[in-house]
């Protein structure tokens, strides 16, 4: 189904719908954003919770929501209590220990979904030993029976390699063997689409493209690239911050799990409790720490909210930008909402996942109903309206001035449209369009 058809900016509903609640009402919210793309996970415990039980309950709440203009994608975790050689119904996925059983659910989820989903994708990131838990020639034997299984049921949809995280093309400290892992899955892979997912700088993204297409190159074949994560800024991203983090993280704050399931996150505290314990002491001297790890904590003080804010909006377009000039026409943020209207816990906030990653959503709850925006769910609904329609977008060189990045997009039917920032500056992003212009 791989075409040459418009750029699309989606946006992912989390990791767990479904699958610890009720599924609720999203893809409207998303729609009003603007987004064209839906990526939602699915589990193999979710979808055969016993031996030959088929379960579409979360599938159908997401079919029954979505008009024929939106696309959809679907990740699958091969996570089961039954079925994998890891047993957990959420965390990591595993070899099936009956491989026809794992196939005959997939086929039938295919056929269940009779066409309406465009990208069926085998894991995510599975160089990383908490979504995957084999090693790359099994992930290869798993992606192998996925390609059949999706397009024996439906030739017309594009299987999407597992998740590639940002460094493995791009950072020369990434460790060999996690490089060595997506090589081997270039090489020997049954796949339509490849997806990287672009957090971290994002200046190193047209580097970490080129680095991707080169490694196709060199076996002999080049396939579409999708971004099927991005966001930012990364608490990581700020070196000054690492010092004040040296406490949980050697407290266990960063140890990885054997597996997780979904009673983990009911009962809630994932961390040990020498971690927890350890947050806990970071709070309680939030207000000496660096303003770049104040902006990422629960109750910061609001200047500080309101200046992640504004980076994190930038960060949206920037990113897009970037990847977009590089050829990429797919692009998925990061992610829509929180998984559920209430953490597990009241001191949910004590969690290291939460203090790096939680305030990615472009959305909160107001009460049970996804429903407050963000500024950056408006910068995307804001980004996706001048992008509406948009063919290609390409990047004007000024070698007179490096640190300046001014792009051209395309939109038949529609002015071109220009846009320009400084790298480095939280100025306000440019934009114009015969002659006119206004700030981002």
């Keep these: 189904m791989t075409s040459t058809d418009g750029i699309r900016l989606g946006v992912v509903r989390g990791l767990q719908y479904g699958l610890v609640a009720k599924p609720g009402t999203f893809a409207p919210q998303a729609r009003d954003l603007g987004a064209g793309l839906l990526r939602m996970f699915f589990y193999w415990s979710q979808l055969e919770p016993e031996p030959g039980r088929y379960d579409w309950t979360a599938v159908d709440a997401v079919l029954d929501q979505v008009d024929d203009d939106t696309e959809l994608w679907f990740t699958l975790s091969a996570a089961s209590t039954w079925g994998s050689t890891r047993s957990t119904d959420f965390l990591p996925g595993s070899p099936p220990v009956d491989p026809a059983a794992y196939e005959a659910m997939l086929r039938a989820l295919v056929t269940h979904c009779a066409g309406r989903v465009r990208y069926w994708q085998c894991e995510n990131e599975p160089s990383i030993p908490l979504f995957w838990g084999g090693t790359a020639t099994e992930y290869l034997d798993l992606l192998t029976l996925f390609h059949r299984a999706v397009k024996g049921a439906d030739p017309r949809a594009d299987v999407v390699l597992g998740g590639c995280p940002p460094g493995v093309f791009s950072n020369p400290e990434t460790p060999d063997e996690e490089r060595d892992f997506f090589l081997q899955l270039i090489a020997d892979g049954a796949y339509d689409v490849f997806d990287i997912h672009l957090y971290g700088d994002p200046y190193r993204i047209p580097a970490t493209i080129d680095g991707i297409r080169t490694a196709m190159r060199s076996h002999g074949h080049e396939k579409p690239i999708m971004a099927g994560e991005y966001n930012g800024p990364l608490l990581l991203d700020y070196p000054e911050v690492l010092e004040h983090l040296s406490d949980v993280f050697s407290s266990g704050g960063m140890t990885p799990w054997h597996t997780l399931t979904t009673e983990d996150f009911r009962k809630g505290g994932l961390s040990p409790a020498t971690a927890r314990e350890a947050m806990k002491r970071l709070y309680a001297r939030m207000s000496e720490l660096p303003p770049n790890l104040q902006m990422f904590m629960t109750g910061c003080p609001p200047e500080l909210e309101d200046r ?39 001191e949910d906030h004590l969690e290291l996942l939460q203090l790096m990653f939680s305030k990615f959503v472009l959305m909160a709850y107001d009460g049970e109903t996804l429903g407050i925006r963000h500024p950056s769910a408006d910068a995307f609904a804001d980004l996706a309206a001048r992008l509406d329609g948009a063919e290609s977008v390409r990047r004007v060189e000024l070698p007179d001035h490096p640190d300046t990045y001014l792009f051209e997009v395309i939109r038949p039917g529609r002015p071109p449209l220009h846009v320009s920032w400084v790298r480095g500056a939280e100025q306000d992003i440019e934009w114009s369009s015969q002659g006119s212009s206004s700030p981002q």
């Design 308 to 346: 992640r804010h504004r980076i994190n909006a930038r960060e949206l377009v920037v990113r897009n930008l970037l990847a977009l000039s590089c050829g990429l026409r797919r692009t998925v943020c990061w992610q829509l909402g929180p998984e559920t209207p209430e953490p597990p816990l009241p």
